[in-house]
């Protein structure tokens, strides 16, 4: 761990909440509390689950979690 006074710790989640940020609070307008934690929900299921990415060869995060190891 960093010292105190060092946020190297919230480098990671800064990024997510950007990319939540950029993805959807500003393409979609919420009307309600519970419609913006439902939403919210639903984002971070697609954010660990859903989303294809490059650096995994173009699988999900729970795809690459599941295949078998390489012997």
Do not use: W
Request: glycine share 8%.
């Amino acid at each position: 761990m960093p010292r105190v006074g060092r946020c190297i710790d919230n480098g990671p989640m800064e990024g997510f909440f950007g990319i939540l940020k950029t993805e959807m609070f500003y393409l979609n307008p919420f009307h309600s509390e519970q419609e913006q934690r439902d939403a919210i929900d639903k984002y971070i299921d697609f954010y660990n689950n859903g989303r294809s990415q490059e650096n995994l060869n173009g699988m999900t995060p729970i795809q690459f979690r599941n295949q078998p190891l390489a012997a």
